[in-house]
């Protein structure tokens, strides 16, 4: 595979305005694909399409963190709520039901 060693994974991808300096080995393997078909990006479109329907979107982030990638899906999809990062309230679950979710919810 040439393209892991010719460069051309450092290319820059300029035409997402909210991720600048983002490089196309930046992104997973599988946004990557050539195939239209690929049953991993297929599912990733349809969930976004999904995403359009709903009320509101919540992400493990906060809004100082990536302000610009927020306020550009703001633009195109529900309600976002940033309430991160839940990872330092882990630990702090009371419920031993819920504990065997962890961050999955």
Do not use: C
């Not at 329907?53 to 940033?82: G, T």
Request: no cysteine.
């Amino acid at each position: 595979a040439t393209y892991l060693t010719n460069g051309y994974l450092k290319t820059v991808i300029d035409w997402i305005s909210s991720m600048k300096g983002i490089r196309l080995k930046d992104f997973p393997s599988f946004i990557r694909t050539t195939d239209p078909n690929d049953f991993i990006l297929k599912f990733i479109l349809s969930e976004i399409e999904k995403a359009k329907k709903v009320s509101a979107i919540i992400l493990n982030s906060f809004d100082e963190l990536e302000y610009d990638f927020i306020d550009a899906l703001s633009s195109i999809l529900p309600p976002i709520y940033s309430v991160g990062p839940l990872h330092i309230l882990q630990n702090h679950i009371q419920d031993n039901d819920l504990k065997f979710l962890g961050l999955n919810l």
